[in-house]
C-alpha cells in the first residue's frame, strides 16, 4: 500500500520532533564535531589538538550520516527525489563545516559573528562567482532545513526565562514589536513595496530578524527569493549594530539595565546580541539576552495572526464573497510553526527544569546545524545581481528606514520602563 505524502510543514515537524524525542528519552544521538575551545582556536597547536584528531573525524562522520539519514527520510515522506538528495547533501554539509570551522576561529569568535553569517557567504560566493550545477540545485531544500530548525527552536524559548524579565520585558517586547511591525510595514507599502516583501520585512525588523521573516513567509507562502533578500539584509545591518550601540549606549551615558534592553530589543540576531551585550558589560548581556527571548516568544502568536491577516487579505483581493472560514485558515497556517509553539509549551511546563538545561544545549547544536545547511542552499540560490536590481534599492531603504526606527522607539520605550519605572 502505497503511504500518504506528507508536505513539507509536516514533514519538518516530524523530523525536529523525532530529533528532539531521541535526544530527550534515549542515548541515541552522535556528540557533534568540535572546531575548538569556546574562546576560539588560534594557531596550528589547539587545531592538533583539539580539532584534527581520530575521535573527532568519527563524530564529523556520525553526524553526517545521522543528518543524511534525517533529510533522506524527509525526502521520501515528501516524496522527492531521493537521488538529487543524495548528490547534493554531501557537498551542502561539507560547505557548512567548512563554515562551522571559519566562524570558531578566535578572531571571529571576539567579533560575535555567527556561524549562519558565513554559511550563507561561502553559498554567496560559489552562486555569483561559479555556476551551480544543476544536480546541485535539484538537491537545495532550504526552506525544509529552516522549519526543522525553527521546530528545534522552540526548545529554547522557555517561558521561565521569559518571567525574569519580569512585567517590564514583557511590556517592552509587545510595545516594541507592535510599534515597529506597523512602522515598518506602513514605510514599506508608501514606497511601493508588494506587499509580500513588506510583511517579511516588517516582521524581521520588529520581532526576531531570520526566524521571523521565515516564520513569516511560510505563513504568507511567500517568493523564496525575497525571503533570501530579506535574511541577507538582516546579517549584514546586524554585524554595524553590534558593533558601536555599546559605544554610543556609553557615550549617551545609559545604565546597563538600559543598554541592554536597548541592544535586546533591536538588534536582530541572538548572536551579534550576545556579542554587544558582552562588550557592554555583564549586566547589559543579562537583560540584552532576556529581552530577546521575550521577543522571541511573540514569533508563535505573531505568525498565527500574519497568517489570519493574510488569508483574510486574499480573499478580499480575489473579491470572494465568503470569509475565509476556520478550515481555510488551518490550511494555509504554517504547521511549522505550531510545532514550534508546542515544543516550547512541553519545555516550559511539561520536562523538568534539569532534562531541559542538559538536553538544551545538544537541542540547539542541532538547531544550529539546520540552520547551517540552509544558509549555505540560500547563498547557492541567490545572486547579488538579483538583490541589487530588486525595486531599484527601495527595500533596502525601506529596511534601514525601519530599522532606525526601532533603534529609536525601543531607546524610549527602555529608558522608560528600566530607567524611570523599573528603578524607580
Known amino acids: 500500500m502505497k503511504l500518504k505524502q506528507l508536505n513539507e510543514d509536516w514533514t519538518s515537524v516530524v523530523v525536529a520532533s523525532t530529533l528532539i524525542f531521541a535526544i530527550v528519552a534515549t542515548t541515541f544521538f552522535p556528540e557533534l564535531p568540535k572546531f575548538g575551545p569556546k574562546e576560539g582556536w588560534y594557531g596550528w597547536t589547539v587545531l592538533q589538538t583539539e580539532v ?29 527525489s531521493l537521488k538529487s538528495i543524495l548528490k547534493a547533501f554531501p557537498i551542502i554539509f561539507v560547505l557548512s563545516m567548512g563554515a562551522q570551522f571559519i566562524a570558531s ?3 571571529m569568535k571576539d567579533l560575535g559573528l ?49 518571567m525574569k524579565a519580569g512585567f517590564f520585558g514583557l511590556i517592552q517586547a509587545i510595545i516594541v514589536v507592535l510599534s515597529v511591525w506597523y512602522f515598518a510595514f506602513w514605510i514599506a507599502k508608501k514606497m511601493k513595496i508588494d506587499e509580500e516583501l513588506s510583511i517579511m520585512m516588517a516582521s524581521a525588523v520588529s520581532i526576531c530578524g ?49 543598554t541592554g534592553a536597548w541592544l535586546g530589543g533591536t538588534i536582530d540576531t541572538t548572536g551579534a546580541v550576545v556579542a554587544s551585550g558582552t562588550i557592554a558589560g555583564d549586566i547589559a548581556l543579562k537583560f540584552s539576552t532576556i529581552i530577546k527571548f521575550s521577543q522571541n516568544i511573540l514569533l508563535g502568536v505573531a505568525a498565527l495572526l ?37 515544543v516550547s509549551l512541553a519545555f516550559s511546563f511539561l520536562v523538568s527544569p534539569e532534562t531541559a538545561e542538559i538536553t538544551g ?46 533603534i529609536f522607539i525601543t531607546l524610549v520605550v527602555a529608558y522608560i520602563l528600566f530607567e524611570m519605572l523599573w528603578k524607580g
Open 306 to 342: 500574519i497568517s489570519i491577516f493574510w488569508t483574510y487579505k486574499q480573499v478580499d483581493r480575489n473579491r470572494e464573497t465568503e470569509k475565509p472560514t476556520l478550515k481555510i485558515i488551518w490550511e494555509r497556517f504554517p504547521k511549522f510553526v505550531l510545532g514550534f509553539i508546542i
Open 361 to 406: 544545549k545538544t537541542i540547539k547544536s542541532y538547531q544550529s546545524l539546520w540552520f547551517n545547511l540552509a544558509f549555505i542552499c540560500i547563498g547557492l540560490e541567490t545572486r547579488f545581481k538579483d538583490i541589487i536590481e530588486l525595486d531599484k534599492g527601495r527595500p533596502l531603504m525601506a529596511f534601514i528606514t525601519a530599522q532606525l526606527f526601532n
Open 105 to 107: 576561529s578566535g578572531s
Open 114 to 162: 555567527e556561524t549562519v553569517l558565513f554559511s550563507l557567504i561561502i553559498g554567496l560566493i560559489i552562486s555569483n562567482i561559479f555556476k551551480v550545477p544543476s544536480w546541485l540545485k535539484s538537491g537545495i531544500q532550504s526552506e525544509f532545513y529552516i522549519k526543522i530548525g525553527l521546530v528545534m527552536l522552540g526548545a529554547s524559548v522557555l517561558f521561565s526565562e521569559i
Open 52 to 80: 584534527f584528531t581520530s575521535g573527532n573525524s568519527i563524530r564529523l562522520l556520525l553526524t553526517f550520516l545521522y543528518f543524511f539519514g534525517f533529510t533522506l527520510i524527509g525526502g521520501a515522506l515528501m516524496g522527492k
Open 210 to 258: 531570520v526566524s521571523a521573516a521565515i516564520a513569516t513567509a511560510g505563513a504568507i507562502k511567500g517568493d523564496s527569493k525575497k525571503l533570501s533578500y530579506v535574511v541577507s539584509l538582516v546579517l549584514i545591518v546586524a554585524i554595524p549594530m553590534m558593533i558601536f550601540m555599546p559605544l554610543i549606549a556609553r557615550w549617551l551615558g545609559l545604565s546597563d539595565e538600559v
